[in-house]
């Protein structure tokens, strides 16, 4: 490993004399950070001009070491390019990581930024920590991107599908496990992946007419939230605006929840379109609405104009407010519709990836060590 | 009036070659039969030279009256030009109102449907049942509205998200996150704030969701 990082030191230092030292991302951890930076392999990386901007293509591969005493379970990394986006942002999420103390590991950045010439700045690129889940559930970081929701999240999901896969070893043996296997390989596979541009306030088009559509709801049994009504604007590819009434069904105080949002095409085609999340105070029994502003629109798919006719809405996850979260089980998940549309954990996508790449026994490896 | 003979009107522009060519043809053809109108348009022609010659004669210099008629022509359009050029300046600039071309679109909509009819006519069946399954998937009520680019406004901040990468851009400066090493990803849009793709890393395996934001 220490050699690795070696390479990358050497190889970021080369770099150097390609690309501008400006132009390089300052990579700024804090002091007492349970992660370090190690080095950086900057690649392909380069900077060229493209009629009056700048275009920059960068390819890092840092190298991080986990300088804590707990093993990590998730990293979310914060990249921010001031003069580019000014407040926007973006991030990097490793999930389903099993790094124990003093080991390091790689997390790739693959980015383009396009600024213009003149009166762009000349702001540095930052990458920063936003967050570490450990494997206590533990966490560390200033979490302006909410990653510590999203990490234990993620987590859960993970404990889960590992849980449930383990689960089909022992009842089937490795036929069993394979044969699900295969079966979500071949549901990624069908599964529709749409492109969407989205904007807060106010309507993408406005030659479109305009409707109001009611949202059908999906009915997870053990969800601590029942959606009871729920409306949409929607015209020609664009919805916008989502409206949902939600009651809080639990025993315990709800702080967050998201409503999964499933959007059905005139040729009868579903896909998933996003979630609509709220930030709330539900007590138990109590029902509130959730607003949203933002639009969605929809590019051609097959070469044909997306027109939105219908709506359906799930429950995709509930934080309470003790911290603790609600997501669907798998149960919940082989609903035949649900199964169509949302896709797998990062989990179950890590490991149906070692059964592409290593095959069955690597698989079984897997599931059998890493909770050990 | 004499029946059968073209008016004396014409017979004296003809004399002067003041007649379209298209009159003239039929003039010279009937002037071709007719004594009676070649003697008509002779005469109207010592007229006009008996004419001209006075007024060479009467002109100091004996001026050339050729040229005196081209100049005058000459100053006459060019009079009739800056009369052009001026005339903008006077007149309020209006906009042009939108004019719907209704007879254009009258006779559209007639060939069309006479072509409609004949290819019905002469289709069989199934092709027909197509034709009209595709008039059909025509938009109508999209028909005669002004079209606008569907594009966000240029100042608003947008995010796009596609499997291969995940952009936010405002004002031509764009973020863009992308994964080259990987088969592709899975986009998830959070309305509140954001949108991702989750992919696999193919050399490290490692699952990796890039995101990018709005402004917090």
Known sequence: MRSKAGVALLAGSLLGGLLQAGVLPKIDFPKDSPVSFIG??????????????????????????????????????????????????????????????????????????????????????????????????????????????????????????????????????????????????????DRPNVDVQMVRSGRATNFEPE???????????????????????????EARAPRLDVKNRSDRAVRYLEIGWILRDGQGREFLAGAVPAQLNLAPGQKSPILNDTALRFPPRDGQPLAIEGMTGFVSNVEFADGSVWIPNRADLAIPRLQKIVGPSAEEQRLLQIYRKRGLTALIGELQNRDR | MRANHPPETELALYSGNDLSAWRSWGIRRHLAACSECRNEVKAHRDGLAAIHDAAVSETPGHGNWQRLSLEMTGNIRVGLAAGECIAGFEKTIRPMKPRLLWHAALVFAAVSLVSIAALSINLSKDERNGLFANLGKIRWERMFRPLRPPSFAQ????????PAEIEVKSNGRALSLTHPHSDGGTVSVNMQDSAGVRYVDADSGQVTTNRVYYAQ
Request: proline share 5%.
């Open chain 1, 40 to 189: 950086a392999d900057y690649g392909e990386s380069n900077e060229s001009a493209r009629g009056g901007a700048m275009l920059l293509d960068l390819h890092a591969a840092l190298s991080l070491r986990n300088s804590s005493q707990r093993r990590i379970r998730g990293i979310t990394l914060i990249v921010t390019a001031q003069d580019v986006t000014p407040g926007g942002k973006g991030s990097v999420t490793v999930t389903s990581l099993d790094v124990g103390p003093a080991e390091s590991f790689p997390v790739r950045i693959d980015l383009r930024l396009l600024r213009p010439v003149q009166g762009g700045g000349n702001a540095p690129l930052l990458v920063g920590l936003d967050g570490v889940l450990f494997d206590d559930l533990g966490f560390y970081g200033p979490d302006k991107l909410n990653s510590k929701r999203a990490l234990t999240l993620c987590e859960f999901e993970a404990r889960r599908d590992r849980r449930y896969f383990k689960q089909l070893l022992a009842e089937g043996g490795p036929e069993k496990l394979q044969r699900e296997v295969l079966d979500s390989i071949a549901r990624e596979r």
């Open chain 1, 211 to 237: 409707k109001q559509v009611q949202f059908a709801f999906l009915n997870l049994p053990d969800a601590p939230i029942e959606p009871l009504d729920g409306m949409a604007k929607i015209a020609g590819n």
């Open chain 2, 155 to 162: 100042d608003a901040v947008v995010l796009e998200a596609g």
